[in-house]
């Protein structure tokens, strides 16, 4: 069935370290990818999307490329700062193109330490 | 910027009440979504709306229902809580499969 695995949390690192969180998916068809950021106590934002293979979401400093041929999309980012720190979440967007019903993973906690 | 709006942040009530959690978008979105958050369980959708008077089953109804009575809003009903519906609700709206916007959520306790 569809799913997405990522990697387990928490992610602790020290300030302008390089970040990666794996993400792969299982879904037919061609998805929408998307990585969205909840900081503590808030809801969910979107942080960055792409919606066919070889596409690159990018905002904030974060990457992540639509990688059809491996079903992943690894979150990046250069430089780390401790405002990083949150839950990371990788979804897809399945079923009917225009519902946009997600299918969330389990979320990967980063810690950004100065 | 799309603004989705959930009536409270904080809510207790007692086992056996029925709750009523809001979610109002000002975006004219036709999808509007309900999910609870758990911890090790990440987000699993509840009800989704995908058009005024239109719902359709999510991962975990039982115990839930909605109404979209109106395009710009969408409430869950918990008809007689109990504490395993103790979660982070959240409510999310999209449009033509661009993501989704969420609204702030609500930390609901039932004692």
């Known amino acids: 069935g569809n799913s997405v695995t990522q990697m387990e949390g928490p992610v602790t690192l020290s300030e302008e370290a390089f970040l990666t969180i794996n993400c792969t998916y299982t879904?037919?068809?061609?998805?929408?990818l998307f990585w969205y950021v909840q900081y503590p106590g808030e809801g969910l934002q979107l942080l960055l999307k792409?919606?066919?293979?070889?596409d690159k979401g990018s905002n904030k400093g974060f990457e992540a490329t639509y990688r059809k041929e491996t079903t992943s999309f690894h979150l990046e980012k250069g430089s780390v700062q401790v405002s990083d720190s949150a839950v990371y979440f990788c979804?897809?967007?399945?079923?009917?193109?225009?519902?946009?019903?997600?299918?969330f993973g389990q979320g990967t906690t980063l810690q950004v330490k100065p | 910027d799309v603004k989705v709006t959930q009536s409270s942040r904080y809510l207790v009530k007692r086992t056996g009440e029925k709750v009523f959690l809001e979610c109002v978008q000002d975006?004219?979105?036709?999808?509007m979504f309900w999910y609870r958050q758990d911890p090790g369980l990440g987000l699993r959708l509840i009800y989704f709306?995908?058009?005024?008077?239109?719902?359709e089953k999510g991962d975990i109804p039982e115990g839930y229902s909605v109404s979209r009575e109106k395009k710009e809003r969408f409430s869950l009903i918990l008809e007689s809580a109990s504490t395993n519906q103790t979660s982070m609700y959240l409510c999310?709206?999209?449009?033509?499969?661009?993501?989704?916007?969420f609204g702030q959520g609500t930390r609901l306790t039932v004692v």
């Open positions: 999310a709206s999209s449009f033509m499969g661009q993501g989704a916007f």
């Open positions: 879904a037919t068809g061609y998805p929408s």
């Open positions: 792409a919606t066919k293979a070889d």
């Open positions: 979804t897809f967007s399945h079923g009917s193109s225009n519902t946009g019903k997600l299918i």
């Open positions: 975006m004219d979105h036709e999808n």
């Open positions: 709306s995908y058009d005024v008077k239109m719902k």
